[in-house]
Every structure is written in C-alpha cells, then in structure tokens.
C-alpha cells in the first residue's frame, strides 16, 4: 500500500518535471502549423521566444536538467519496481510473448498508425497553405 502511495507521489512528480519541456515541443509544432499573426501560432511563437531569450532557465534548466532529472528517478524507480516485484516481471513475460506472437499485426498496426498520422500532417499543410 505504502509503495503505491510512493509510486504515484513519483508519477506525479516526473509528470510536473517534464511538463516545461512537453510544453516547449508542442509550441515548437504549433507554431508552424499556420502564419504567426493567428492563434494558438502566435501564442506558441511567444513561448518558444521566451525560452531562447533566457538559455540558462530555458534550455539548462527546463530543457536538460528536469528530463534528465526525470530520466534518472524513472529509472531508478523502474529498476527498484523490477527487483521486488514478481508480479511485474511475470506480467512483462507475458507481454512480450504476446507480443511475439502477433508481432505481425503490431507491425500492421504501427503502419497504419504512421500512415494516418502523416496524412494528417499533409492535410494540415495542405489547408493552411
């Protein structure tokens, strides 16, 4: 009970670390789905623009020290949740013979997932040209 209280406290933690960084890489690709002078372009440009005006805060901080902050407790916990959980190293053999098994259709499913992911990119280009 206490470990779950602990993982989810984690969880939670990483989630706030990598949020600055998620929030740059979205305003980097909104930014270019339409001209500048339009929401949420203009508003994503101001974010992008904040974060290359202050490097030491923008890029050292929130960009590299909090994803490798993230990076570093995940495994960590990872590791830890690896070591003294049986259950969850029978669920991982399980998922990867299952996986092994329809490996396949995952590929199937992955192509097609690609696929509509660009055709949707193409349409966004395509409608705000």
Do not use: K
Request: with cysteine; net charge neutral.
């Amino acid at each position: 009970m206490i470990m779950n209280t602990i993982r989810r406290a984690i969880a939670a933690t990483e989630i706030l670390l990598i949020f600055p960084a998620v929030l740059f890489m979205t305003a980097l690709f909104v930014r270019n789905l339409q001209p500048q002078q339009y929401e949420p372009a203009h508003t994503a440009e101001g974010i992008v623009s904040w974060y290359s005006l202050r490097p030491h805060v923008g890029l050292w901080i929130l960009l590299i020290a909090l994803p490798l902050a993230v990076l570093v407790i995940g495994c960590a916990t990872l590791l830890r949740s690896w070591n003294d959980d049986v259950e969850l190293r029978q669920a991982s053999r399980q998922t990867l013979s299952a996986i092994r098994a329809h490996l396949a259709t995952l590929f199937v499913a992955a192509a097609t997932l690609t696929a509509g992911v660009i055709l949707a990119i193409v349409a966004m280009h395509v409608l705000t040209d």
